[in-house]
C-alpha cells in the first residue's frame, strides 16, 4: 500500500462528504445515529470476536493490564457505545443556528450562523469506544471524520467501522462521511496531519508523546492538551469537611485521568487542622504525599517534594502538597505549574472566589466542586472529542459545540454601500 495515495484518497472522500453532510437536515443525522446504535448492538458477538484477537495480540507484546482493560470490549461496554449514539441523537443540533441578529444603519440585517468545522482527523490509542464517540459527535456536528485508532485496537476498531458505514448507508449519508484508517503504519499518522487540502483540524487523544508528536508536525490546527496538572486550593474560609470531601474524590476517585488533582495547595492559617485529616484518608487509599517544608513539619511521613514535583502530572496514586500564604501565595503556584487543565478554590468567602474565577487562567475553573467534574458527560455535552487548554477557537471540553464555528451572514433588500 503507498500511504501517501491511500491518505490522499480518505482525504478527498472525506472532504467530498462534508459538503453532504453540511446540508444534511438534524432528522437525517439523528437517524443515523440510531441506525449505528442498532449496527452495534447487533453485531455484539462479531465485534467481540474480533477485540478477543487485538487482546491475544495485545497479550503477546506485553501490554500492561490498565492497557489492556481499556482495550477490552464487553457486552456492557457495548451498550454503553450504543446508549452513548442514542444519547447523542437526542442532543440539540448546533448546525445551522443563527445568533446576535441586528440591523445596522444600513438596512442590513446581520447574524451569525453555527457551521461544521468541515474534515476532522483524529487520532487516539487504546479504547475502541473512542471509534463510535467521535464518529458520532463528528456526525451530529456535520463533520466528516478521518479516524486513526492505536494499532493495538486494529481489529476491533475496523469491526466498529462497518457497523458505522452500515448505518450511514441505511440513513441515505454518505458512507465516507466516517472513514476508519485501515493501516497501523505511523507514516498514515504522519500524513494525516499535514494535509491541509482535506483536513480542517485535527484532534489527538492518548499519551502525551502522542500528543506531543501530533503538535510538532502537523501542519493542519490541533486542538490538543499535553498535560493534566490540576490543583485544589483550601481556602482559610473553607468549609473543612467540604474541603476535605472535594480533595479526596479529586485525588482519588480515578488516578489515570487528566481531571485528576495531582497539587493540593492548604492555607497556613487551617493547614494544621486541615492536613492530618486529609492525610488519613489518603493513606488508606495508599496515597503516597510529597510535601514541602511546611508540610512536612505537619505531616512527617510526607516524602520532601522537589521543584519536577510541581510540574508532574502522576497519573498515580501520588500527591504533591504545599502549604501557602493565603490566596495570592496560591495564584502565583498555578499559574507557575499549571497546565491550564482545572483548578479549584474551596472557600465560603464570595470575594475569594470571584478573584480566583477570575484571576485563574485556565480552560475549567471551579468554586467548592471536585476537579472531576471537567468532563464532557458531566458538563451535559453528551461526550467529548477531547479536552483542549488552547486559547483560541474551542476550551475545555470539546463536545458538539467546539466541533463547530461561526461564519457571519447578512441579509440585504437590495443595499449597496455609498
Known amino acids: 500500500m503507498n500511504i501517501s495515495d491511500y491518505m490522499q484518497t480518505l482525504g478527498q472522500q472525506a472532504r467530498q462528504a462534508a459538503r453532504l453532510l453540511a446540508r444534511a437536515s438534524t432528522s437525517d443525522k439523528n437517524v443515523a445515529l440510531l441506525e449505528i446504535a442498532t449496527q452495534i448492538r447487533s453485531a455484539a458477538s462479531?465485534?467481540?470476536?474480533?477485540?478477543?484477537?487485538?487482546?491475544?495480540?495485545?497479550?503477546?507484546?506485553?501490554?500492561?493490564?490498565?492497557m489492556l482493560d481499556r482495550l477490552t470490549l464487553t457486552d456492557?461496554?457495548?451498550?454503553?457505545?450504543?446508549?452513548?449514539?442514542?444519547?447523542?441523537?437526542?442532543?440539540?443540533?448546533?448546525?445551522?443556528?443563527i445568533s446576535n441578529m441586528t440591523y445596522r444603519p444600513s438596512g442590513i440585517q446581520l447574524g451569525q450562523m453555527r457551521v461544521p468545522l468541515g474534515v476532522v482527523g483524529i487520532i487516539y490509542e487504546s479504547r475502541p469506544?473512542?471509534?463510535?464517540?467521535?464518529?458520532?459527535?463528528?456526525?451530529?456536528?456535520?463533520?466528516?471524520?478521518?479516524?486513526?485508532?492505536?494499532?493495538?485496537?486494529?481489529?476491533?476498531?475496523?469491526?466498529?467501522?462497518?457497523?458505522?458505514?452500515?448505518?450511514?448507508?441505511?440513513?441515505?449519508?454518505?458512507?465516507?462521511?466516517?472513514?476508519?484508517?485501515?493501516?497501523?503504519?505511523?507514516?498514515?499518522?504522519?500524513?494525516l496531519?499535514?494535509?491541509?487540502?482535506?483536513?480542517?483540524?485535527?484532534?489527538?487523544?492518548?499519551?502525551?508523546?502522542?500528543?506531543e508528536r501530533v503538535s510538532r508536525e502537523a501542519r493542519v490546527p490541533v486542538i490538543k492538551h499535553l498535560d493534566g496538572i490540576c490543583h485544589v486550593y483550601i481556602?482559610?474560609?473553607?468549609?473543612?469537611?467540604?474541603?476535605?470531601?472535594?480533595?479526596?474524590?479529586?485525588?482519588?476517585?480515578?488516578?489515570?485521568v487528566c481531571n485528576a488533582m495531582e497539587t493540593l495547595l492548604v492555607d497556613i492559617a487551617i493547614a494544621a487542622e486541615f492536613l492530618p485529616k486529609i492525610?488519613?484518608?489518603?493513606?488508606?487509599?495508599?496515597?503516597?504525599?510529597?510535601?514541602?517544608?511546611?508540610?512536612?513539619?505537619?505531616?512527617?511521613?510526607?516524602?520532601?517534594?522537589?521543584?519536577v514535583d510541581w510540574d508532574t502530572e502522576y497519573l498515580a496514586p501520588i500527591l504533591s502538597?504545599?502549604?501557602?500564604?493565603?490566596?495570592?501565595?496560591?495564584?502565583?503556584?498555578?499559574?507557575?505549574?499549571?497546565?491550564?487543565?482545572?483548578?479549584?478554590?474551596?472557600?465560603?468567602?464570595?470575594?475569594?472566589?470571584?478573584?480566583?474565577l477570575r484571576e485563574v487562567d485556565s480552560s475549567s475553573v471551579m468554586v467548592n466542586a471536585s476537579t472531576r467534574f471537567?468532563?464532557?458527560?458531566?458538563?451535559?455535552?453528551?461526550?467529548?472529542?477531547?479536552?483542549?487548554?488552547?486559547k483560541i477557537h474551542a476550551r475545555g471540553p470539546v463536545g458538539l459545540l467546539g466541533l463547530t464555528s461561526q461564519k457571519w451572514i447578512v441579509l440585504g433588500s437590495g443595499q449597496i454601500r455609498n
Do not use: W
Not at 462479531?46 to 490498565?66: C, Q, Y
Not at 504525599?289 to 521543584?307: D, F, K, N, S
Not at 458538563?379 to 483542549?388: M, P, V
Open 46 to 66: 462479531s465485534l467481540k470476536e474480533e477485540n478477543a484477537k487485538d487482546l491475544d495480540t495485545g497479550k503477546a507484546k506485553g501490554l500492561d493490564a490498565a
Open 76 to 97: 456492557a461496554r457495548i451498550e454503553q457505545m450504543a446508549e452513548g449514539l442514542e444519547q447523542i441523537a437526542q442532543l440539540p443540533d448546533p448546525v445551522g443556528e
Open 129 to 191: 469506544n473512542v471509534t463510535v464517540d467521535a464518529a458520532a459527535l463528528c456526525l451530529k456536528s456535520g463533520n466528516a471524520t478521518i479516524l486513526r485508532g492505536g494499532s493495538e485496537a486494529i481489529h476491533s476498531n475496523q469491526a466498529i467501522a462497518k457497523c458505522i458505514e452500515a448505518g450511514l448507508i441505511k440513513a441515505g449519508l454518505p458512507a465516507n462521511a466516517v472513514q476508519v484508517v485501515e493501516t497501523t503504519d505511523r507514516s498514515a499518522v504522519d500524513e
Open 193 to 211: 496531519v499535514r494535509m491541509t487540502d482535506y483536513v480542517d483540524v485535527i484532534v489527538p487523544r492518548g499519551g502525551k508523546g502522542l500528543i
Open 235 to 256: 481556602d482559610a474560609e473553607a468549609d473543612l469537611l467540604m474541603a476535605e470531601e472535594i480533595a479526596f474524590n479529586a485525588k482519588c476517585h480515578r488516578y489515570g
Open 279 to 307: 492525610a488519613v484518608r489518603y493513606a488508606s487509599e495508599q496515597v503516597e504525599l510529597r510535601g514541602c517544608e511546611r508540610t512536612r513539619e505537619i505531616l512527617p511521613q510526607a516524602i520532601a517534594v522537589t521543584e
Open 321 to 356: 502538597i504545599r502549604v501557602v500564604n493565603g490566596l495570592d501565595e496560591a495564584l502565583d503556584h498555578i499559574d507557575r505549574h499549571s497546565s491550564a487543565h482545572t483548578e479549584t478554590i474551596v472557600t465560603e468567602n464570595y470575594s475569594k472566589a470571584r478573584r480566583f
Open 374 to 390: 471537567a468532563d464532557g458527560f458531566e458538563y451535559g455535552l453528551g461526550a467529548e472529542i477531547g479536552i483542549s487548554t488552547d
